[in-house]
């Protein structure tokens, strides 16, 4: 009953299996292209001494009560936190390592972000001194020491930068574009094409 | 509706890549040139019908068709979602390439096991009233049989069952009611404008 009323007759092997040939081939090139995004995004970036995170599907909803677990560089887990009701978290940094970030919404939804150990700073929160030294009555010659310049700099940075890095978290967020959805109907009608050429081939034989 | 990688176990994935690949081995056994135009386009009805979010509950969902690709295509909605997923995965990440195999059978199977229970009041439905409720009951339930083997698919990784299958009905239950909307239009609108597609599998074509 399910069977096709008229199977094409006397199907030559030699034209199946080229499609199998090519469609395995596609399979290897394509399966080694780095696939890091899913339909979670989780992006965080360090502020001073506190990491914050951002998490969104790819539709643009903030992902809510979603688990945020932070492992470092060995995979050891060092903390463990849920998204609010923005679909952010934050925590203190809990050492100087590389952190991974990795978010697991529901439904089989997971994604994960890295920050490398040269962008979190040490674990002395160093704006504290950079406002107790700008605090101080200044004399007429001013001497900051490389330390206090580096925080002080450090500090208005994250503040200037801030804008820019929410920028850049709803950019990541983009949704697939017009010409990625025409792509993927141009590849379906593609593949339609090849599809109908071998059969057609298999036919006249 | 699409897991993502790095969650479920290797066993789950192994075992989800080896079904769906039986599952399309059949729905491609056979196929005659003239099946092919239809199940391309459905294939693109399907991946571009992902991309309709529906913005509802703690996740997101989008619309799936897979009811009206099993309705039209019977098994061979394996080869045509698969395709779909295959793209969903390579050009917006959704999914993942190694659970296409477990997402592709999430939501080919309930595609088929709903053509099998309700395919006939379609096939053979004269009488409008029944052949809406077959074909609204065929998109909605695909949805939740899809959304009962995503929680199991969970479950089997270690994931509690109940909640998280609950958790993706409950989702999905919005979802449900507008594809089965969707399909039972679609179906009507193809029974009068292109019967022998409905028909196609089933009824013997003149021959060309």
């Known amino acids: 009953m399910w069977q096709n009323p008229h199977p094409s007759p006397n199907v030559p092997c030699s034209g199946r299996w080229m499609v199998y040939l090519v469609s395995a081939a596609f399979w290897l090139v394509f399966s080694t292209m780095p696939a890091w995004a899913h339909k979670v995004m989780i992006f965080a970036w360090v502020e001073g001494d506190t990491v914050y995170t951002q998490s969104k599907f790819s539709g643009g909803k903030k992902a809510k ?30 050492k100087k390592t590389d952190l991974k970030i990795v978010l697991k919404a529901s ?51 994250d503040r ?40 057609t081939r298999r036919k006249r034989k | 509706m699409h897991i993502s990688e790095g969650v479920l176990s290797p066993g789950v994935l192994i075992a989800g890549a080896a079904l769906t690949t039986a599952g399309v ?31 509802i509950g703690p996740s997101s969902v989008h619309l799936i068709l897979n009811g009206l690709l099993g309705l039209i295509l019977g098994w061979k909605a394996f080869p045509a ?50 052949f809406t409720v077959t074909a609204f009951a065929c998109g909605s339930c695909a949805v939740l049989i899809s959304g009962m083997l995503v929680g199991f698919s969970l ?9 998280a299958a609950k958790v993706v009905v409950a989702v999905h239950f919005p979802v449900m009611l507008i594809e089965g909307v969707l399909t039972a239009a679609c179906a009507l609108f193809l029974r009068r404008v292109k019967p022998e597609l409905l028909e196609g599998q089933y009824v013997a074509k003149p021959s060309s």
Not at chain 2, 112 to 125: A, H, K, N, P, Q
Request: proline share 5%.
């Open chain 1, 65 to 94: 009560n979603a688990t945020v677990l932070v492992y470092d560089e060995e995979g050891h887990q060092l903390l463990e936190g849920k998204t609010d009701e923005q679909g952010e978290f934050s925590f203190k940094v809990p």
């Open chain 1, 107 to 157: 439904m089989g939804h997971m994604a994960e972000w890295k920050i490398p150990a040269e962008e979190i700073k040490g674990e002395a929160g160093p704006s504290t001194d950079a406002k107790t030294s700008r605090e101080l009555p200044v004399p007429g010659n001013v001497s900051l020491s490389r330390q206090e310049v580096k925080a002080l700099i450090d500090e208005s940075l």
């Open chain 1, 160 to 199: 200037k930068l801030a804008p820019i890095l929410n920028m850049l978290a709803d950019s990541l967020d983009r949704g697939p574009s017009v010409s990625e959805v025409i792509g993927g109907v141009g590849y379906i009608f593609g593949l339609v094409g090849v599809a109908l050429y071998f059969a």
């Open chain 2, 25 to 55: 081995a059949v729905g491609l056994k056979g196929l005659d040139h003239e099946e092919i135009p239809s199940m391309g386009i459905l294939s693109a009805a399907f991946f571009v019908a992902s991309l309709v979010h529906v913005p």
């Open chain 2, 81 to 130: 979602i698969l395709v779909g997923l295959a793209l969903h995965a390579l050009l917006f990440q959704f999914g993942g390439i190694t659970t296409l195999g477990v997402n592709t059978l999430n939501m080919a199977l309930p595609a088929i096991i709903c053509s099998y229970l309700f395919g006939w009041g379609v096939r053979t439905g004269t009488r409008q009233l029944i």
């Open chain 2, 155 to 163: 479950y089997l990784t270690g994931e509690a069952f109940l909640p």
